[in-house]
């Protein structure tokens, strides 16, 4: 038992990882680094912006062929092959001196996410199916112990080298990258396979038709849109109403160990409050976290904005995904969960270029409002969820 018990920490450390080079490095990183990268390339705000989109881009167009992919090659060699997408995004960012050309690697990084995180998530239910909460709130955790992580490195690295700091950065999450795809090699393992309850799932059509599942995808969009330019533009709008630039790493830092618990904690939360309710509150408080700092751009402002950003954020990934898995059958929800995730992934995309191209022309408090007025309609959409739904055993393989 304690054998097996040591086996299921090292499997869920190694996701952890995982998820931290495809999830925090390769996506949100992004943020911490596009004021120096953005200077380094002598870029604007619309053109900074663009290069987050073409990185959700490159998730949003694969995200669909990763699970074709992965049933023809396995988990594991799909999770390998993305990790190495990755690695040749990151070195080729850390050499480039071409806008174009960070365009194209940019791009890679998405593709290399969308074949990492799909398969790594069903590796880790498949091989613990009665702990599927827990290992879920771990994964989505990695985004605040890389956001943390990157906190701390970026502003320290631009006190050395300022001109080559965000040069250094993509060759740290190479290295880093590098290292976590030998670690995969030699610890995750494809589920072996076994008898189980072969559910007839119903007509895609009919999920995609669902109006509840609509509705929880339309959340889930609007979630990916306000998270993306938040991670992307936050520290830009902070360095430009002057704070100064180590001390909005470290509310970006702080603001990362909160989100390391929150995905744990909501979770916890939803199943005494309800999924509904819980999601009511934890968008609520995001609500306010985005308005603040638009009506009050100072130290204050900025570190509310933080505290509550990472007390709340990753959180409601995991409330939005388990309430997406309660308006279907349970043979259904995998279905439901890649549709509500598309709806995000297009949230995603559009966000960083329609930010940038409002930052360009309106400044960052109108890109902040616009972003806090799309948070308050999914606030909206989210009190019109029934609150009847109800999965019959959140942590069994039929329930959830």
């Keep these: 038992m304690g054998k097996e018990q040591k086996a299921s920490y090292l499997y869920i450390i190694t996701g952890v990882l995982i998820a931290l080079v495809a999830i925090s490095f390769a996506r949100l990183s992004y943020g911490i680094v596009l004021p120096l990268m953005k200077d380094g390339l002598s870029i604007s705000y619309k053109s900074a912006g663009f290069l987050g989109t073409i990185t959700s ?69 498949e091989w613990f199916p009665h702990q599927r909460g827990l290992v879920i709130g771990w994964v989505n955790s990695s985004a605040g112990i890389g956001l943390l992580f990157v906190g701390i490195l970026v502003p320290f690295l631009n006190e050395i080298y300022p001109v080559t700091s965000w040069r250094l950065t993509w060759k740290i999450f190479c290295i880093c990258s590098i290292l976590v795809f030998f ?37 889930y969009g609007i979630v990916g849109l ?16 002057g704070l100064n630039q180590q001390f909005a790493g470290h509310l970006i830092a702080i603001s990362g160990v909160l ?13 005494r409050l309800g999924r509904r309710n819980a999601l009511i509150l934890a968008i609520g408080l995001n609500f306010l976290s985005t308005i603040i700092p638009v009506l009050f751009p100072n130290t204050i402002g900025f570190s509310v904005n ?43 995309f559009i966000g960083p270029t329609l930010a940038g191209w409002i930052i360009d022309y309106g400044g960052f408090k109108s890109t902040f409002f616009l972003s806090a007025i799309c948070m308050f309609i999914g606030f909206y959409l989210t009190i019109k969820i029934s609150a009847g739904s109800k999965i019959d055993n959140p942590i069994s393989t039929k329930g959830v």
């Design 57 to 125: 881009f490159g998730y949003l167009i694969t995200i669909i062929f990763s699970g074709v992919l992965s049933t023809k090659w396995g988990g594991k060699n799909t999770i390998l092959f993305g990790l190495l997408l990755i690695i040749v995004g990151f070195f080729n960012l850390s050499i480039t001196h071409s806008y174009w050309s960070s365009s194209f690697f940019m791009f890679v990084l998405g593709i290399g996410t969308a074949f990492v995180f799909t398969p790594l998530v069903a590796i880790l239910i």
């Design 183 to 219: 670690v995969t090699i030699f610890i995750i393992k494809n589920p072996p396979l076994k008898d189980t309850v072969i559910y007839q799932s119903s007509p895609t059509k009919k999920i995609y038709t669902n109006r509840k599942v609509i509705v929880v995808g339309l959340i």
């Design 226 to 241: 306000t998270f993306i330019v938040q991670s992307i533009f936050m520290m830009s709008f902070m360095l430009e109403a």
């Design 259 to 271: 989100s390391i618990f929150s995905s744990p904690i909501w979770g916890g939360v939803s199943d």
């Design 306 to 348: 933080q505290v509550i950003q990472g007390a709340v954020a990753t959180g409601i990934f995991t409330l939005v995904q388990a309430l997406s898995t309660e308006q279907v059958s349970p043979q259904d929800t995998p279905i439901a969960f890649s549709y509500v995730t598309f709806y995000f992934a297009v949230g995603q």
